[in-house]
């Protein structure tokens, strides 16, 4: 059976290759010009890279949005998907809706932990949510010198001071 099918793919011919005294007998192999061949048109490569889109989105939503296993899983370039998210809208708003679905997701996590009584996560919370009440580890300092000139130094307590953070407005 196997035999027959190759057949139906490949017709064999002999040829007859003389050189000098001495004749060689070879046989060559060549495709069966009834088999098809796959051609590369525009519209098969519009519909291969639409399949490698929906695959990418597939494995996007099933990493929870991180990129480097999502191209491992599909076979594409790093590079290609920045380039989808450039070009193509649609791509682009279906990533971002896997990335906001990530942060809901993420943010469950950190609302179970607070409710555990994690205080590390609680004082995270506070201090990037409740700056108004005095959390946060950065200080807005304005100052004025004689001249009315002001000057608005941002102070983050958990680096060193650094005499380039002081801005002139």
């Given at each position: 059976m196997e035999k027959e099918n190759k057949k139906l793919t490949q017709?064999?011919?002999k040829a007859t290759l003389t050189n000098g005294d001495s004749e060689q007998k070879t046989e060559i192999t060549e495709?069966?010009?009834?088999?098809?061949?796959?051609?590369?048109?525009?519209?098969?490569?519009k519909k291969r890279i639409a399949?490698?889109?929906?695959?990418?989105?597939?494995?996007?939503?099933?990493?929870?949005?991180?990129?480097?296993?999502?191209?491992?899983?599909?076979?594409?370039?790093?590079?290609?998907h920045y380039e989808w998210l450039k070009i193509d809208p649609?791509?682009?708003?279906?990533?971002?809706?896997?990335?906001?679905?990530?942060i809901d997701f993420v943010e469950g996590?950190?609302?179970?932990?607070?409710?555990?009584l994690n205080p590390?996560?609680?004082m995270f919370y506070l201090n990037r949510h409740a700056k108004s009440r005095g959390y946060g580890r950065d200080a807005d300092i304005v100052l004025q010198d004689e001249s009315g000139k002001v000057f608005?130094?941002?102070?983050?307590?958990?680096?060193?001071?650094?005499?380039?953070?002081?801005?002139?407005?």
């Open positions: 017709r064999k011919s495709p069966n010009p009834t088999t098809k061949r796959k051609e590369t048109t525009l519209e098969s490569v399949e490698n889109k929906a695959k990418m989105i597939d494995a996007l939503s099933k990493s929870l949005g991180l990129v480097s296993p999502a191209i491992r899983s599909v076979g594409i370039d790093r590079d290609t649609d791509y682009a708003k279906r990533v971002n809706e896997i990335k906001e679905s990530r996590k950190l609302s179970e932990a607070i409710n555990n590390t996560l609680i608005k130094i941002v102070q983050n307590f958990g680096d060193r001071f650094d005499d380039s953070s002081a801005k002139s407005e």
